[in-house]
């Protein structure tokens, strides 16, 4: 098989920069003159229908995410946190680089190697180990600190600083998550929490530096996907077969937790993830990552778990966050 390196290596950000203005002032329904007439009203309802589609097909990827610390718990074997990462990387950076048959060229390949440290390589062996030992109600509520971090390191890597609404929201969605998943008897184990917390600043710090490095021209989010998860599976690979080795025995159930993760909650959601990263601004994208916590919550609610009174009013705040992130502060919006 014979693979193509992309032409040429220069970020592809015109273009997205471009949209993401349009869908950013798009949104703002007050931007327009009172005298535009129905050709801007049409325009403004079109830009803000296509940022919804973008939001709700990026959203596809937190909400697989979600299932992870119950697929983590219920189907893998425990003890191989290496090896639960491994096989969620590196099979699937290998298909789609059969798909797509296109490598990296020039400063792309040290990009797509930071990259895949920081969002496969070394976030996968963290999130699972935080996830064999801590409930999963611990291991979201750090995960939820993200947009807090992804607006703090906007600041110097993207020269955006983020408004009082975007920080005030980011603080009521992790109280919303905290209120959902923490309970009087939620055990909290030191290493757990360690790595709980490094996963999400290695996530945040992936978050952002993708969207400043952008696509190269001609290159999609299959191809940007395909090269970190590859590269974050060959960073697993070593340090799974000499600190961890593989589980004496893997089940069917095992088999299909592995193969869920690899597909649904690899290469299809950071595909999507990273295509939404691309064309949203990172104020809008970064908050959606809220959906991961309460989508386990929901699993477990149908697996016979109960809300209480202010579980439930967590879920509202956190979703609230999550929706109020997509719009324009309200100062902002007045010219």
Avoid: C
Wanted: no cysteine; charged share 10%.
């Amino acid at each position: 098989m014979q693979m193509t390196q992309n032409r040429q290596s220069s970020p592809r950000i015109d273009d997205e920069q471009t949209d993401e203005q349009r869908l950013h002032h798009g949104s703002d329904l007050n931007t327009a003159p009172a005298g535009a007439g129905e050709p801007a009203q049409r325009a403004r309802r079109a830009a803000f229908a296509k940022r919804a589609a973008i939001v709700a097909v990026t959203a596809i990827a937190p909400i697989s995410w979600g299932t992870t610390y119950g697929v983590t718990t219920e189907l893998l074997p425990p003890g191989h946190p290496l090896f639960a990462g491994l096989m969620r990387a590196l099979p699937a950076g290998l298909l789609a680089l059969a798909i797509t048959r296109t490598l990296p060229r020039g400063d792309w390949w040290w990009k797509a190697a930071v990259l895949g440290v920081l969002n496969i390589g070394a976030f996968f062996p963290l999130l699972f180990f935080a996830a064999e030992r801590l409930p999963g109600g611990v291991a979201a509520t750090l995960g939820a600190a993200q947009p807090l971090l992804v607006a703090g390191l906007a600041i110097g890597v993207l020269h955006d600083r983020p408004t009082v609404w975007r920080w005030a929201w980011g603080v009521v969605g992790v109280l919303g998550v905290g209120l959902v998943v923490l309970g009087p008897t939620a055990r909290l184990d030191a290493l757990g929490v360690v790595a709980g917390l490094s996963g999400t600043v290695l996530m945040a710090g992936g978050v952002v530096l993708t969207k400043r490095w952008g696509r190269p021209e001609g290159v999609g989010p299959l191809s940007l996907a395909g090269w970190q998860l590859a590269v974050g599976g060959l960073v697993l690979l070593p340090l799974t077969l000499l600190v961890e080795g593989v589980p004496s025995s893997v089940g069917a159930g095992a088999a299909g937790g592995y193969l869920w993760l690899g597909s649904m909650g690899g290469l299809i959601a950071y595909t999507l993830w990273f295509r939404g990263i691309g064309r949203l601004p990172v104020g809008a994208s970064a908050p959606l990552v809220l959906l991961s916590p309460l989508v386990a919550t929901v699993i477990g609610t149908a697996l016979g778990e109960s809300l209480t009174l202010l579980q439930g009013l967590g879920f509202l705040l956190a979703l609230a966050a999550m929706l109020a992130a997509q719009l324009n502060s309200p100062k902002r919006g007045r010219r």
